[in-house]
């Protein structure tokens, strides 16, 4: 079975840091570009930050850049995102993606999807 599992979100206090890991199992990940995703109870799900299969090339959401770092470690067939200096406006469902066209062109289309992991922030 071809799936994406996110892990490592919880309960946050504003400032604070979390570690997102997107692990794929059943396929490679070290062909895909991989994407993270965000949706926001009440709101459109947006893009947060892109990883080229070659690790190569890094894109981010202007609200999270100098905050978060997206990295992958094609050993692990895991791809991380590291969230620092988290803030009111992050709380959300985080969700990672594949995209077979290894690029993170803005219409490339995503072929997996994991189930997402919740992040909140809050004192």
């Known amino acids: 079975q071809l799936q994406l599992v996110e892990s490592g979100g919880g309960l946050v206090q504003p400032g604070g840091s979390l570690r997102l890991s997107c692990a794929a199992s059943?396929?490679?990940?070290?062909?895909?570009?991989i994407g993270w995703f965000r949706q926001a109870p009440g709101k459109e799900r947006e893009g947060v930050s892109c990883?080229?299969?070659?690790?190569?090339?890094?894109n981010y959401a202007e609200s999270v850049k100098g905050r978060f770092t997206i990295s992958r470690d094609n050993a692990k067939n895991t791809v991380y995102l590291q969230m620092n200096s988290l803030k009111s406006e992050d709380p959300a469902v985080y969700y990672c993606a594949a995209s077979v066209f290894g690029t993170c062109a803005q219409d490339s289309p995503y072929d997996y999807w994991g189930q997402g992991t919740q992040v909140t922030v809050s004192s």
């Open positions: 059943g396929f490679s990940l070290k062909f895909y570009a």
């Open positions: 990883i080229t299969n070659s690790g190569d090339s890094t």
